[in-house]
C-alpha cells in the first residue's frame, strides 16, 4: 500500500492512500490539471508519427528506398521525423512534464514514480509519499523529519487515522 500526506499552503493536511503504483497513478492524475499521459508516458517516435497521421499507413507507406517517411510527411512533421532520426523510429521515449517540462521527450528513462511525486509536488505545499506501511509508520512516529514536531502534529494525525482506518495500525484509545 503507498500512503500520502499531503500538507498544502492553506488548509488542513490530508493523508490518503493507494493500493499499488497503478492506482497511485489514477489518483495523482484525477486530481492534476494534466492527463495521464503528461505525467507520464513511454512511446516511440513511430507511435507519434502513426498518432499524427491517423494510422501507419499514411506515414511509413510511401517512403522511398532507404528512407523511413516520405518527403511530404517530413514537411508535414519535421519535429516528429527529427525525433526519429536522432533516437531510431522504435526506441522508447519518455514524457514527464512536471519533471522534464511541458512536451519533452527524452530517451533516458523516467520512473513512473518519480514523475507522479514530481506531480504532486507540483500542487505546491509539501507532499510526503510512502511506498510502503512500514515507512508510513515509520514516519507516523518520527522517522521523517517533515513530518516531526509540533508544528505538524496534524500532519501526524491524518496519517495516524488513515493508518488506523486501513487497519496497519491499530486504535489503542
Known sequence: MI???????????????????DDFARKVAATDALQAWEIHDALTARDLLESACDGPEGAFANAGPGAPVDVATRERFPAICALGDAHGWDT?????????????????????????????????????????????????????PRLAGKERWWARRALYEQLVELEVLADDN
Do not use: K
Open 3 to 21: 500512503h500520502v500526506v499531503e500538507l498544502p499552503q492553506q488548509g488542513d493536511p490530508r493523508a490518503w492512500f493507494a493500493y499499488d503504483d
Open 92 to 144: 522508447p521515449l519518455y514524457r514527464a512534464d512536471h519533471l522534464l517540462g511541458r512536451g519533452v521527450l527524452r530517451a533516458e528513462p523516467v520512473a513512473e514514480r518519480d514523475a507522479l511525486s514530481a506531480a504532486l509536488a507540483a500542487r505546491g505545499g509539501l507532499s510526503c509519499v510512502y511506498w510502503n506501511d512500514r515507512d508510513a509508520i515509520g514516519a507516523f512516529e518520527g522517522a521523517d
